[in-house]
């Protein structure tokens, strides 16, 4: 396996994207956040556009399973 950056899903928003790089992480995944939009100072900020997260290739396969395995989980009411 490779160790290049891929890409692995978009978030809506920052506070998104932080989430799932906290998660990962917890799981021994390291994340990069990559702001969507015109970039830090197109409009003072870039927290409400999307952001994509990229992990390593080798980690990859193991990232799709915990944003899916998250994604199954009931929610509270």
Request: hydrophobic residues 40%; charged residues 30%; aromatic residues 6%.
């Amino acid at each position: 396996m490779s160790d290049d950056i891929v890409f692995l899903m978009s978030a809506p928003n920052e506070p998104m994207a932080r989430f799932w790089e906290q998660v990962l992480g917890d799981e021994g995944i390291p994340a990069l956040v990559r702001p969507g939009g015109p970039g830090a100072g197109g409009w003072g900020s870039v927290a409400t556009f999307s952001h994509d997260l990229l992990v390593r290739q080798s980690d990859l396969e193991r990232a799709r399973e915990i944003v899916a395995d998250d994604d199954e989980e009931p929610k509270d009411s």
